[in-house]
């Protein structure tokens, strides 16, 4: 089965960047359309991010402009690049995949565990 392991989350200053990775492996089928999500405490899971088989992309309205998504087919790997990071952004963002496109909705089959981003103004 699809395994899905985040890394590149932190502790960063109002302002600040950090680049998230989502390494995946396993796969038995594909290609597989992509998704960042972020849940806050006491808040429910959000979408941030997709990315779809042919690169087209869905951005949240709060992250427009500041955040950007990528891959690296070759490596397997999915990138979310976020910039001018605010107190708001903080949460845990899961790494998320599935055979068709389920955004907005966090009904993706296969998750990762979550990589921690915390902003401090």
């Known amino acids: 089965q699809v395994q899905l392991v985040e890394s590149g989350g932190g502790a960063v200053q109002a302002g600040g960047s950090l680049r998230l990775s989502c390494a995946a492996s396993g796969y038995d089928t594909g290609p597989y359309c992509m998704a960042w999500f972020r849940q806050a405490p006491g808040k429910e899971r959000e979408g941030v991010v997709t990315?779809?088989?042919?690169?087209?992309?869905s951005y949240a309205d709060s992250v427009k402009g500041r955040f950007t998504i990528s891959q690296d087919k070759a490596k397997n790997s999915l990138y979310l690049e976020m910039d001018r990071l605010q107190p708001e952004d903080t949460g845990m963002y899961y790494c998320a995949a599935d055979s068709q496109i389920r955004w907005p909705l966090p009904s993706y089959k296969f998750w990762g565990q979550g990589t921690q981003v915390t902003v401090s103004s």
């Open positions: 990315i779809d088989t042919d690169g087209s992309t």
